[in-house]
């Protein structure tokens, strides 16, 4: 004889939802770290970058530098290393955050949707107001790193804008600038988002 199915036990449940909570709320926390560090690169990587361009011109020119801090950031981290390495490895380290701010983005976002399936409610996102910001903001970010990471290959040696007016700080800082700051507010919006959809899921800690 068949016996009937049996509930599941309340205490089972309890630890289901517990572990739940935990992994929305350490995804969450981790998300926000990585794209904090993503931000950070960011920021340094364009520091070493207008660092190599000063040094170039100060090789040229024997002391015709313009931004200093940046050139003694670019120095003091430079010196141990072969010329151009510094910058290469700003570049590769900025790609591995970026993956890693994606990837854990991602992941937030898939117990974020198994959580609402869990709780039987839709994912409950941030006014559309904040939305549309953070997807103009993440969409500029990507517009202005495609066009700087062009600018640098056309403007390297060899590139078609080598040594042209295209080859000079008033084009090269304001859009490494630029970029820089969409990222910072790429990563600001990411996190205010990601802490904003735990919390209204009530699994991210005490209301602020």
Known sequence: MRLPPQEPHAGNASHTSIQRQRGLQGT???AAVALTVWAVVDIVRTILMMGHYENRIEVITHGNVDVAP?????????????????????DRLWMLASLVAV????????YVRRTAQWLGDAVRWPPA??????????????????????HRRATADGGAFHETWLDT?????PLWSAATVLVVVTAALSVRVVRRTARAQDVF???T
Do not use: D
Request: proline residues 5%.
């Open 103 to 110: 990837a854990v983005v991602v992941i937030w976002q898939h």
């Open 70 to 90: 940046v050139w003694y950031a670019y120095m003091i981290v430079s010196q141990p290393f072969p010329t151009g390495f510094v910058t290469v490895a700003a």
């Open 169 to 173: 700080r008033s084009v090269a800082y």
């Open 28 to 30: 969450a926390r981790l």
């Open 205 to 207: 800690g005490p209301q």
């Open 129 to 150: 107001l904040t939305m549309w910001t953070w997807f103009v903001a993440v969409l500029g970010t990507v517009v202005l790193h495609l066009l700087s990471w062009r």
